[in-house]
Each structure stands twice: as structure tokens, then as C-alpha cells.
């Protein structure tokens, strides 16, 4: 149900997915690797979704999903690492958001080997 939300084209679902990920992550579920590769894909795109609700949730759970799965995030380390730094250099970027980016770069830097 996550993925599915996760992946919808209408802004309220995605943002809903997202909470109920941040929920599951804190929870401790763990995911299996098919899933936990969607889930980076679905991520990933979450990087640039247009609304500013979704982007809030994001960055949300993303530390925490960080944490949670490092070990098996190995894979999606260059593209994460790419993309906070693209979003870190946007030049429109609000604070708070960029506290947030601040926050991932730190949590990825603790957490992998960089």
C-alpha cells in the first residue's frame, strides 16, 4: 500500500505514502530487497516533486530511512549523494529546506563510508 501511494500521480496519495513510510520506518519493518529498491526509485524521484507538501514529507523520513537501511543502501548511495547536493545548490532554495539537505548530507557522511 505504501508503494502503491508512494508512486500515484496525485500529490495528497504521494504525501500519505510518505507518512506511512516515516510510520514503518520507525516502527522497525523491514523491507525486502525488491522492495527496498522500488522504494529508493520512488525516493529518488520524491527529490523533485513539484509539490512543496510532498518535499516537506520527504525530507521528513529520509534521515530516518537513512538510517534505518544503511546496510542496504549501498547501491543508491551515488544517487542520493546527487541529489542532495543538486537540491543543496539549488539558488531559490528556502532555509528550512536547506536545513533538512544539511541535515540528510550529515546523516549519509555518519552513516556510509564517504
Not at 529518488?44 to 546496510?71: E, H
Request: proline residues 4%.
Amino acid at each position: 500500500d505504501i508503494l502503491r501511494r508512494m508512486s500515484s500521480n496525485e500529490w495528497a496519495e504521494r504525501k500519505e505514502g510518505l507518512v506511512s513510510l516515516y510510520h514503518t520506518v520507525r516502527l522497525g519493518r523491514a523491507f525486502s530487497p525488491p522492495e527496498l529498491k522500488l522504494l529508493t526509485e520512488l525516493l529518488t524521484k520524491r527529490f523533485y516533486d513539484p509539490n512543496s507538501q510532498v518535499f516537506a514529507a520527504f525530507l521528513d523520513v529520509l534521515p530516518d530511512f537513512i538510517i534505518a537501511y544503511k546496510r542496504e543502501l549501498n547501491d543508491w548511495l551515488y544517487i542520493l549523494l546527487t541529489r542532495l547536493l543538486i537540491r543543496l545548490g539549488s539558488p531559490d532554495i528556502l532555509d528550512s529546506v536547506f536545513k533538512k539537505l544539511k541535515q540528510c548530507l550529515s546523516i549519509v557522511n555518519t552513516s556510509f563510508d564517504v
